[in-house]
């Protein structure tokens, strides 16, 4: 954020990056919580349940799932930079999948938009279950930036 | 010569090794995903539900179900092109457990378009497939084949099979399975 931006314009944005994300039906379909949002920032955790189940034997969470935090909640980092585009839409979504997330844990990811243009917003995201020192998946994107 | 068998009887027993891999994964039933089959071809299809809107003003399909219904076409193929040729070979049993399906590795959605409130379909394409890793590219899209609305590429880890057991020391490596049918290429192991 700027030297004279100000911090009331932030806190709106994130009011409404906030209220847009927990609106969402497939983020209330896979049970999505903000935990916290900054100045281009976001933190959403999505809790184990036996319907995002990937493998039935072992319990593992589909990557589909993982899929679908990592792009919430990096959608919610570009809507809450202090740059505020008036809405984004995902470009490209890359996940690496490190390990497989412990099953019964909840998976948090936290992301960042590192860079933004007039026109696109590059952003970096990780996600982690209980054991936040080995992530699970890590994704990078990249998003449109509208101007309404 | 003997007569070719029913043509009930083969459907049949293809039918039911691709329910094996679809059926009993509780994701797939979430979403609703299911597969259609025309001999060894198949396209997903994701019956639209109001659970799977990402932005309701628009409205428009979640990016994140885009993503996670391409990655589940990919695995399936990935899947179903090594149940196919087990099937084909004759050497599935019946009552053979659910095969162990690959691990995806990295996958990226490459978004064209805003999915619309309505059915979306999925073909997957096994570029490369090797003892260890493969290379799988899907389409997805909605009303018309020609305008898709997201394309992936995804690198798995396929299971071990059982009775693939490595090579011997100092053997030469097996020929690797190729979905193309062009034999090995390539240099993973």
């Not at chain 1, 982690?128 to 994107?141: F, L």
């Not at chain 2, 009930?8 to 009993?24: E, N």
């Not at chain 2, 590795?105 to 379909?121: M, V």
């Amino acid at each position: 954020m700027s030297e004279t931006g100000d911090s009331e314009g932030q806190a709106r944005r994130e009011r409404v990056a906030r209220a847009f994300i927990e609106g969402l039906p497939h983020g209330r379909a896979l049970g999505l919580k903000m935990r916290a949002i900054g100045a281009g920032t976001a933190e959403i955790v999505m809790p184990w349940h036996e319907n995002l189940v990937g493998d039935p034997s072992t319990g593992v969470i589909h990557g589909g799932a993982v899929s679908a935090l990592m792009d919430t909640t990096a959608g919610a980092a570009v809507m809450a930079h202090p740059d505020c585009p008036s809405g984004t839409a995902t470009l490209d979504l890359r996940i690496d999948y490190m390990r497989s997330a412990t099953p019964g844990q909840p998976i948090v990811a936290k992301a960042t938009c590192y860079h933004i243009t007039r026109t696109v917003a590059f952003v970096r995201a990780e996600a982690c279950d209980e054991d936040a020192d080995d992530p699970v998946a890590a994704a990078t994107a990249a998003f449109t930036v509208e101007r309404g | 010569m003997r007569s070719p068998e029913p043509v009930q009887i083969v459907k049949a027993r293809r039918d039911a090794a691709l329910g094996r891999l679809v059926t009993g994964v509780p994701y797939l039933r979430f979403l609703g995903i299911r597969f259609d089959r025309r001999g060894d071809e198949l396209t997903a299809v994701l019956p639209y539900q109001e659970m799977m809107i990402g932005n309701p003003m628009l409205p428009a399909l979640h990016g994140g179900v885009t993503a996670a219904f391409l990655e589940v076409t990919a695995i399936i193929e990935l899947a179903w092109a090594f149940a196919w040729e087990e099937m084909e070979a004759g050497s599935t049993a019946e009552d053979a457990p659910p095969p162990r399906l690959p691990k995806t590795i990295d996958f990226t959605t490459d978004y064209l378009r805003a999915g619309l409130p309505r059915d979306a379909y999925a073909r997957a394409r096994v570029n490369r497939s090797g003892r260890r890793y493969a290379s799988v590219h899907v389409e997805a899209w909605q009303d018309n084949r020609a305008r898709l609305i997201a394309q992936g590429t995804g690198h798995f880890l396929m299971p071990n099979r059982p009775g693939a057991a490595p090579p011997a020391e100092g053997a030469p490596p097996a020929p690797e399975f190729d979905a193309r049918g062009n034999g090995p290429g390539g240099s993973d192991g």
